[in-house]
């Protein structure tokens, strides 16, 4: 990177204007030309796109291509010796992952010209609408060269219309092998719309899963992974992993069986609690002495009947596949216990139980008591799933599954992982401040 002044000082807005890309900065010593349409029509270096694009370097621009320019043309400052034109990609299908329009190369002459005839018509835009791929084009040319990503006001435009113009640059990116160019402004474009994201992410984790593993987006992906884990027993979640990357499908399933079990044994040790002032010593000595008798044990009445009550209802949930196999992953039930007093087993709950069991009014309140004193005593063990690993602010908008997944750095699944035609692109393309006109 070249120190100093900043490499450009404008304003570029190419993706919210209709018209010709007359803001798109001009370069001396462009040996590559580019026409992606009629008022699209680039001049750009082939050393900065082999830099950061391996299609550029392995399929369009081989050495092998560029044009033997004579004496006479050279000394008339024509120095272009690659041409790409812009054609439909044969393998697009509506809604598909692919971009529509792929780059072909076109042979030049020893006079700077196409072999073929290849006619470019006007093709001016003159405030029409314009292809959303060809913006995507450019947004990924002026990133080869660091100018800014414009994907809108994230103050004035949906969410939904932000990321319809980064699924587009995302697609030209993974078909150049460059995505790496485009993760950082896509990614804090997105993150200035503050918790509309995380809302959206909490929404639909799947498909944002699978648009943070394509644009290598950590901050997303730990994001959209927490949400996913929450809600992997859905159906919705299940229906969706097949789309996944097999990296990410796995990942995913991983982490939901580490909180599956950990679910499951939270609630064992829900079922297994015993206070310790029930338990008693191993003894050889007397009954009467050591109190292992049954009129000791028939004094902690009261706690065992508070101990088959607490027991009911938990049990009662694991029966009703209301813990780790919910849809929820048991929060619903983590939730009530972590609330306690009268979120469960209230009293109004408890006259059910004494319809089968009357008591005296005494009795009853001793039994409300020590059935409180349970409830306080097991949050212990529900309390690490109300922590909240997400970004999003679940006071503000709650959720229906757990959000207390971690992801570990070492975790992401595409690190040993590369973008198309072999090679992880390039986050900053080293360019000369001398080739600004």
Known sequence: MMAGRPLYELTWGTLRGPGPNKEFPKFKGADVKIIVSGSRQYELHSSVLKNASPRMEQYLLPDENAAKLNSKTIKKGVITKYRLDLIRNPDYTDGGKVVEYVLEPVLLDEEGKAWASNAVGLDLENGRAVNPTFLAYDAVFGAFYQVPIDLGDFSTDALTDILITAFDILKVAEYLGC?????????????????VLFVSISNQPAGWLDFAFRIRSRVLFREAMIHAVGQYNSDDMQNMIHTLHPAVAELLTKKANTLK?????????????????????????????????????????????????????????????????????????????????????????????????????????????????????????????????????????????????????????????????????????????????
């Not at 402004?185 to 503050?194: C, F, H, Q, V, W």
């Not at 408890?350 to 319809?355: I, K, M, Q, S």
Request: with cysteine; net charge negative.
């Open 261 to 437: 079990g950990a679910v499951k044994r939270s609630f064992q040790l829900m079922l297994s609690y015993y206070p310790t002032h029930l338990q008693r010593e191993r003894t050889v000595g007397r009954c009467d002495r050591d109190n292992i008798g049954r009129s000791s044990y028939g004094n902690d009445i009261m706690d065992w009947l508070a101990l088959v009550v607490l027991r009911h209802f938990l049990a009662q949930q694991v029966a009703d596949d209301q813990t780790h196999q919910a849809a929820d992953l048991g929060k619903s039930v983590i939730d009530v216990v972590i609330a306690g007093n009268d979120a469960y087993l209230s009293r109004r709950d408890l006259e059910t139980w004494h319809g089968f069991f009357p008591m005296s009014g005494r009795a009853k309140v001793v039994l409300d008591r020590k059935v409180g004193e349970l409830k306080q005593a097991i949050k212990q063990y529900a309390t690490v799933f109300t922590k909240n690993e997400s970004q999003l602010n679940v006071v503000a908008t709650p959720v229906e599954h757990l959000t207390c997944s971690t992801l570990q750095i070492t975790e992401y699944p595409w690190e040993d992982f590369t973008d198309a035609e072999g090679s992880d692109g390039v986050s900053e393309t080293e360019v000369d401040d001398d080739m600004y006109e």
């Open 179 to 195: 995505t790496d160019v485009i993760t950082s402004p896509i990614e804090a474009t997105l993150l200035a719309t503050g918790q």
